[in-house]
């Protein structure tokens, strides 16, 4: 009896082993994740890119407006720069989360020999002055957050510029 229900299997067997309908299923169900994780992965990849490339751009455009030595009036220099930095960002950084240091050497000799002598602020006719933007990137999904174990990413930029021989009026 039990080689009569085996016989009668074999059959069967053969019919479910040679059917391939519902592969597409299953083999989207095992691609699907992995799919779906590189897209998102991307998206955060793309998202970091174009937050440092606008950085490097706002802090660009703010060391040229800085070499100047041109005050717009009713504002600090430092506070005119700190502006086109956050004009140049606010696409897709919160200007209230921007860090924003302007540091003054009377030579590069000495910002290269003592980093730690600079002066805060834009400086004045010739000086060495370095800009640096810092921003904390949140990560727009809790995907990478798991992956990474951190809620965000540091992004910098930093310019370093002579300012032309203006006269402070």
Avoid: C
Avoid at 2 to 7: A, F, M, Y
Avoid at 14 to 35: C, N
């Amino acid at each position: 009896m039990k080689l009569g229900s085996l016989r009668r299997l074999v059959p069967a067997w053969r019919r479910v082993r040679d059917d391939d309908s519902g592969a597409t299923l299953l083999e989207f169900g095992m691609l699907a994740p992995v799919i779906f994780m590189a897209t998102i992965g991307l998206f955060e990849a793309t998202m970091m890119v174009s937050v440092k490339t606008l950085l490097d751009a706002g802090t660009r455009e703010a060391s040229r407006f800085g070499i100047t030595g041109e005050v717009v009036s009713g504002e600090t220099r430092e506070t005119t720069i700190k502006g086109i930095i956050a004009n140049h960002t606010s696409a897709l950084v919160l200007g209230s989360a921007l860090n924003v240091t302007m540091k003054s050497y009377e030579t590069f000799q000495q910002l290269t020999t003592d980093p730690d002598s600079g002066v805060p602020g834009a400086g004045s006719a010739n000086d060495v002055v370095v800009y640096t933007v810092t921003y904390q990137q949140p990560l727009m999904t809790p995907y990478l957050e798991t992956i990474l174990g951190v809620e965000k990413i540091p992004q910098s930029a930093r310019v370093i510029v002579q300012n032309e021989p203006f006269e402070v009026e």
